[in-house]
């Protein structure tokens, strides 16, 4: 169970089991998009968040894009160290990159009444990932 709580700094609040409504973000949560009042979050197949949308208007009237592209994008590189194989990272491991290019399973966890989660799950490589992202 979750609930909105005020409480002061340093300071501490009761808190009572109660069966009063009281008004909140309307939440959106599908396999890929996540939505609010304020922002708008949309994921590719691999999960990767690919617009987050601020959804205050600007000056000429739009919504503002936050994301210049990809933001959860995940790198990985192939190692093949000269001298030491525990803790050096070689100048050119640029040069061997890993494709990460399979698709995620995105399940909505939550939607609502006070957070949207999506769990993604992607494989990289040889190993499994898990990311909750939460609006």
């Known amino acids: 169970m ?3 709580v005020t ?7 009761t808190v009572r089991p109660s069966t009063a409504l009281l008004p909140v973000n309307e ?5 890929r998009l996540l939505e609010n009042d304020l922002l708008r979050l949309t994921l590719n197949e691999k999960g990767e968040i690919t617009s987050i949308v601020d959804k205050a208007l600007l000056a000429d009237g739009s919504p503002a894009e936050l994301a210049a592209g990809p933001c959860n994008s995940l790198k990985m590189y192939k190692d093949v160290p000269t001298w030491y ?7 050119n491991y640029e040069l061997l ?3 990460l290019d399979a ?4 399940e ?3 939607a609502g009444p006070l957070v949207a ?3 993604v799950t992607r494989q990289l490589h040889e190993s499994l990932l898990t990311q909750e992202i939460s609006l």
């Open 103 to 106: 698709p995620a399973a995105i």
């Open 108 to 110: 909505v966890v939550s």
């Open 2 to 4: 979750l609930a909105e």
């Open 85 to 91: 194989d525990a803790w050096d990272i070689d100048s």
């Open 27 to 31: 939440l959106k949560a599908t396999e």
């Open 97 to 99: 990159p890993v494709a």
């Open 7 to 13: 409480v002061p700094a340093c300071g501490w609040t």
């Open 117 to 119: 989660t999506l769990r």
